[in-house]
């Protein structure tokens, strides 16, 4: 599925018609994604959705009771699982499981390890928004994480072209969207967007995946707003996919929230450590 070259692809259709061979969630977590949005969902139906997979189910064990998550006692079942974490929650751990396993080989690449850092760092910083924004922290966590789904897409499937597309953006100070276009005739957005309609997710993750870039307009603070805020503070704080500094600083997206909410963020070097420490305690649990 890899390719070895660097030379730019330019064919939309040969492009899309790689992804589309993409399998990064086990179809246990794709049903998930779908399931756990319905309203008369269960939690012994989530349970045993996830025991139907026994890697999965392993998986979700070994995470749940490692030092990533607060808990009271020792999670000794899937069910045990569901109950403590949240449906929400879950999926949020699900998600993030079956990415690092997806994206495992591809991120041997310096360059391409710092992609996966950012989208880990845009989901943590989302939550810490939504926090502060009296919206679900989980949810926004997991729109978070699956905001650059089409970044991580392109650099597993053509990881030597994506660290040329990181190469030209470092070299020149180039756009990463413009910069994909002149190596996929695609870029990450519109890819994102077509994998989350493809795989049949829940139809905010298409809006969120397509136009994260897109300045929310008007005053509203939803999904849409925090995501796009968490990717630009994510970038601000040292997280971002170049190598060069943020165009935009910590104090000029602050200045962006609602009146009031900027000032329950912690201070930028305190932030910029705790999703540092979260970050490691991630890939720390993932890989024991």
């Keep these: 599925m890899r390719s070895s070259g ?50 999965v189910a392993a998986e979700v064990l070994r995470v749940a009771n490692s030092p990533l998550l607060d808990h009271w006692g020792e999670i000794d079942s899937v069910l045990h699982a569901v109950v403590m974490l949240g449906l929400e929650r879950l999926r949020g751990l699900v998600v993030t499981l079956s990415l690092r396993n997806f994206l495992a080989p591809a991120l041997q690449a310096p360059a391409l390890l710092r992609c996966w850092r950012h989208n880990l760092a845009c989901a943590f910083l989302c939550e810490q928004l939504a926090s502060v924004g009296y919206l679900s922290k989980d949810s926004s966590y997991t729109a978070g994480l699956l905001h650059d789904i089409g970044r991580l897409a392109l650099l597993a499937t053509y990881p030597a072209e994506y660290v040329r597309v990181l190469a ?11 910069c994909e276009r002149g190596m996929f005739a695609i870029d990450h957005c519109e890819v994102g967007s077509w994998l989350v309609e493809q795989w049949g997710f829940p139809v905010e993750f298409r809006e969120i995946t397509g136009r994260h870039h897109v300045e929310p307009s008007g005053e509203r603070f939803d999904k849409m707003a925090v995501v ?43 932030l910029s450590f705790a999703i540092a420490g979260k970050i490691n305690a991630l890939e720390c649990s993932l890989l024991c």
């Design 6 to 55: 660097t030379q730019p692809i330019r064919d939309r259709a040969v492009v899309l018609k790689r992804l589309k061979q993409l399998q990064p969630f086990p179809p246990v977590v794709a049903q998930l994604m779908r399931q756990v949005t319905a309203e008369d969902i269960r939690f012994k139906e989530i349970a045993e959705l996830i025991q139907s997979d026994a890697a």
């Design 168 to 178: 030209l953006m470092n070299q020149y100070g180039l756009d990463s969207l413009e």
């Design 228 to 270: 796009h805020l968490g990717c630009r503070l994510a970038d601000a704080l040292g997280f971002q996919v170049a190598g060069w500094p943020a165009n935009t600083s910590f104090g000029e997206i602050k200045a962006r929230l609602p009146a009031g909410l900027g000032d329950r963020l912690r201070p930028e070097e305190e």
